[in-house]
């Protein structure tokens, strides 16, 4: 079925997000989550308490293979729609997933981006970054589905997650199935949810910014020794994917982190 990109870019400035059903190839997705396996057995070891609640791990993924895709990275119709949002020169500032195994928790409601005029938290303006998220295996009930709350974006920040964490603002599970896209807007609250089954439940982000908007990383997340982009990859890419990744740190060839 063909994608309607008005109608996608009219969704996530109204209720913060859209979906692209199946949308990136499962043969990708597969290796990631194998290769994953075992960056997460690694990081448990290292940080078995978790760094986002009990048995949940935020880790940050190299722009490199097994983890890179173009097919991720350079997708017309996910560029198309994003650039429409934050303009033709935005920039990608990140690469991670969020992970939560068996003995996983609710996290509190949160929102992903403070406040970009902290003197005037309740002004309202365009999102200056968007996350393509997607997952390495199919959301279920049970596995710890994204929770998202339509519409929060431009509510007071403070008043909104109160009421949220009381129960009075509902949150809605969002099955993705691997493959399906989901973009949207990081200042919509959401919440990770208790990862119930033996298996872990990668949920992957990428990160684009408008050209001015910047949050340098300099180090991967939990995976601080693997370089974030080194300059012979970056090198390998298209001129539209250089470009896009332009800001990322850049690890010279040469370097002891260099694989």
């Not at 990109?5 to 499962?26: K, S, T």
């Not at 969020?98 to 928790?105: A, C, I, L, R, W």
């Not at 003197?119 to 710890?144: K, Q, W, Y």
Request: net charge negative; with cysteine; aromatic share 8%.
């Amino acid at each position: 079925m063909p994608i309607d990109i008005d109608e996608c870019v009219a969704e996530i400035l109204d209720i913060g997000h859209c979906i692209l059903p199946g949308h990136f190839p499962r043969t990708a997705l597969e290796e990631c989550r194998q290769a994953f396996e075992l960056l997460l057995q690694d990081v448990a070891t290292r940080i078995p308490e978790g760094n986002r609640g009990p048995n949940r791990w935020a880790i940050g993924l190299p722009f490199a293979p097994p983890f890179y895709h173009s097919a991720f990275f350079n997708d017309d119709t996910v560029i198309e729609i994003v650039s429409r949002i934050l303009g033709e020169d935005m920039h990608i500032s990140y690469y991670g997933t969020d992970t939560p195994v068996q003995g996983s928790e609710y996290q509190h409601v949160h929102a992903d981006l403070p406040f970009l005029f902290k003197e005037e938290p309740a002004h309202r303006h365009p999102p200056a970054l968007l996350s393509v998220r997607f997952t390495f295996v199919d959301m279920t009930p049970e596995n710890g589905p994204f929770e998202v709350a339509e519409r929060t974006q431009h509510l007071p920040r403070t008043e909104t997650l109160g009421r949220a964490n009381a129960g009075k603002i509902s949150l809605k599970p969002l099955l993705l199935k691997a493959g399906d896209v989901l973009i949207s807007d990081p200042r919509t609250i959401h919440r990770g949810t208790p990862n119930r089954t033996s298996t872990a439940r990668p949920f992957a982000v990428i990160v684009h910014n408008r050209h001015w908007y910047n949050i340098s990383r300099e180090r991967l997340e939990a995976n601080e020794d693997t370089p974030m982009l080194t300059e012979a990859f970056y090198r390998t890419l298209s001129q539209r994917e250089q470009e896009l990744l332009r800001k990322v740190s850049r690890t010279p060839s040469d370097s002891p982190l260099s694989p």
